[in-house]
């Protein structure tokens, strides 16, 4: 394992919130800190004062139902009255909360006052649908200052959002309105990308067609396309806010009441719906992010993560509000109109922490150094990755092109899940390049062999998280069997990371990817089984199998195997139509990189398709034990 240390400068270490919070309890270092937050109780319950409640808790932790963990209960609390009302009273009320940067190159600056008032004025738009408390509202959306508004709306007055992902297809749009049976979508007429208007009110109408639960949708005029509305059913955002009162009192709310569910991919090919809820989430997401960023007052802190992943929900939308933070909210891909895009905007708006995911960073990397160089990049203070495995190489190229040889790189490991960061360095901890370093305070984590024992220091094993965290999630959306069956069945108290890790002698994390049949492609998450079922719908598969193979920008890329029907023939053009047929049926970023044609797929005797085989020749490996092969 590299060796390499990078010791953080004693500025950072001394300047950092997670130093002031450790002086502030008398704690002389981080080991002792880590021992001391093993203490749930104490705490998470005090990073939690430093919220606003309406009610306090009686209880930090209630561990009476686990794997149903519920944190602060019998408090009443909204998160969207600690992202902006709260800050009313305060000088953050003038502050920037987004610079808002579209595709095309306008900027607009929204500060909390004037966030506050549209949230407000689409609060009581949606009440004004009919919707209530508990009601689910779909989104469906490009990264524009209306995507969070809404989120925060629906959220005020406790309905529960479900944001989707703008790059997904209709039918996959259709499916998460149904499991969640909205009442309303929200969307745009159109969205910029790459130059050219995506059409999502489009997809948005082919997915209602089929959810007849979605009694109304809103527009809100984004790109200017011509879109049908239908009567009675469709109405433009403006229309809806039009002569509304921008004043809208947050919903008191108990700690464990939901604040929204987002799809993830997991074994299946059934999305896995993640529930996530206001007073235990808020306390994670605003701590992590006040602590791994450092975030302080003068910050413009930019995660470049879409909001339709939990990246973007947690660390654009509520923890940077929570904390009074400028955000920067961009709208457009990374390389447009030109690979720069980026490093103009860290130059232009001073941009000081940068958080991103590998699979950008080894984009930038083929585009080469002199791209950065162009700009002024002396703004930024900190680095942060997201998503995946940060290879040692592109780790370091980020540290010495973007940080300018100097900057740390938080290496955040966690998921849709856990809902915050939960491995992760401080500010004050040594790096390792291509580990995610350490358990955060107030979590324990471990390494396990197959048979649940404690893996020797540097060998591969399962990643499980040893004791509940505030931000968990808290169930899978109507499907709570799903949910223990997933995480906590393989060693019961222990949730299940699926994800193949090392711990080193120094207690240092180093993932190694999925575990399970799931891929990491561009930092999205997609299972294999998704895939499979979509190629198989399509009218000439038989059967499909699909692997993940390793790609030098990707992380991963879905590689299919497919057998076709009788009598159909092996073209390329069928391969080219299967490609785009997965990429309708789900979204671009399922579209497998190759197919490849087989008479038959290779199998157990009880018929289940040897994916292990597969991915084993994909990848010129040696294929192991075949005992099992039917023939
Ligand atoms: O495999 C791990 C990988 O991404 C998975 C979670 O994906 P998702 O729920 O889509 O959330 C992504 C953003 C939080 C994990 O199971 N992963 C995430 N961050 C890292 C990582 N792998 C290694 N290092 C990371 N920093």
């Known amino acids: 394992m590299a060796q390499e240390l990078y010791q953080p400068p004693k500025e950072l270490v001394e300047n950092s919130n997670i130093k002031a919070f450790m002086n502030k309890h008398g704690i002389a270092d981080l080991d002792i800190l880590l021992d001391k937050a093993q203490d749930l109780d104490w705490y998470w319950g005090e990073v939690a004062k430093e919220l606003d409640w309406f009610k306090p808790w009686d209880k930090v932790l209630d561990d009476s139902g686990a794997p149903f963990f519920k944190w602060f209960t019998g408090a009443k609390f909204n998160i969207v009255h600690n992202c902006l009302d709260r800050h009313m009273n305060t000088p953050v009320k003038d502050k920037i909360a987004f610079i808002y940067e579209s595709e095309p190159g306008e900027v607009e600056r929204w500060t909390y006052e004037q966030l506050h008032k549209e949230v407000n004025m689409f609060a009581n738009g949606l009440k004004k649908l009919g919707v209530k408390k508990g009601d689910r509202v779909t989104l469906f959306m490009p990264m524009i200052p209306q995507n969070p508004i809404a989120m925060l709306a629906c959220a005020k007055i406790g309905a529960v959002h479900s944001v989707v992902f703008s790059g997904f297809s209709s039918g996959s749009l259709r499916d998460r309105i149904l499991d969640a049976d909205s009442k309303v979508l929200i969307t745009t007429d159109g969205a910029y990308r790459r130059g050219k208007v995506v059409e999502l009110k489009k997809n948005a109408d082919a997915a209602m067609a089929e959810a007849p639960c979605c009694q109304h949708c809103v527009v809100f005029k984004r790109a200017g396309n011509d879109v049908p509305m239908t009567e009675g059913r469709d109405i433009w955002w403006h229309d809806l806010v039009d002569g509304l009162s921008d004043e809208c009192e947050p919903e008191p709310l108990d700690s464990e009441d939901m604040l929204y569910m987002l799809y993830t991919s997991g074994t299946t090919g059934k999305p896995k719906g993640i529930v996530h809820i206001h007073g235990g989430y808020a306390v994670g997401t605003y701590s992590t992010l006040k602590f791994v960023f450092d975030l302080k007052p003068d910050d413009v802190w930019w995660c470049a993560a879409d909001i339709g992943w939990v990246t973007g929900h947690s660390y654009i939308v509520y923890a940077p509000l929570m904390n ?212 198989v719908a399509h009218k000439d598969v038989a059967e499909a199998a699909v692997v993940g193979v390793p790609h030098e920008v990707k992380g991963d890329v879905p590689k299919a195997f497919v057998t076709l029907k009788v009598g159909v023939e092996k073209t390329d053009a069928l391969k080219d139509e299967l490609k785009k047929w997965v990429a309708t049926e789900i979204g671009k970023i399922a579209q497998p990189d190759e197919i490849e044609f087989r008479d038959k797929l290779p199998k157990t005797r009880s018929g289940k398709i040897m994916r292990r085989l597969l991915k084993a020749e994909a990848l010129g490996q040696p294929v192991g034990d075949v005992s099992t092969l039917d023939e």
């Open 324 to 535: 009074g933070a400028t955000s920067i909210l961009y709208e457009g891909a990374p390389d447009f109109p030109a690979p720069d895009r980026w490093w103009s905007i860290v130059e232009r708006e001073k941009v000081t922490v940068l958080y991103t995911s590998p699979t950008a960073i080894r984009m930038f990397m083929r585009h080469g150094e002199e791209l950065p160089a162009k700009h002024d990049l002396s703004s930024l203070r900190l680095l942060g990755s997201v998503g995946e495995p940060i290879n040692p190489e592109a780790w370091r190229w980020y540290r010495d092109n973007i940080g300018g040889g100097k900057l740390q790189i938080m290496d955040t490991w966690w998921q849709t899940e856990t809902g915050t960061f939960m491995i992760s360095p401080l500010p004050i901890t040594d790096l390792k390049p291509g580990s995610a370093t350490r358990p955060l305070p107030g979590v324990k984590a471990d390494v396990l062999t197959q048979d649940g024992n404690p893996a020797k220091p540097g060998e591969n094993g399962l990643g499980v998280l040893l004791k509940p965290w505030p931000a968990m999630l808290r169930t899978l959306y109507k499907d709570p069997d799903r949910y223990v069956q997933t995480y906590w069945s393989r060693f019961p108290g222990k949730y299940l990371t699926g994800d193949s890790v090392a711990k080193d002698e120094d207690g240092y994390f180093w993932f190694r990817g999925r575990v399970d049949e799931v891929l990491n492609v561009a930092g999205h998450r997609l299972g294999t089984a998704e895939v499979e079922s979509a190629l």
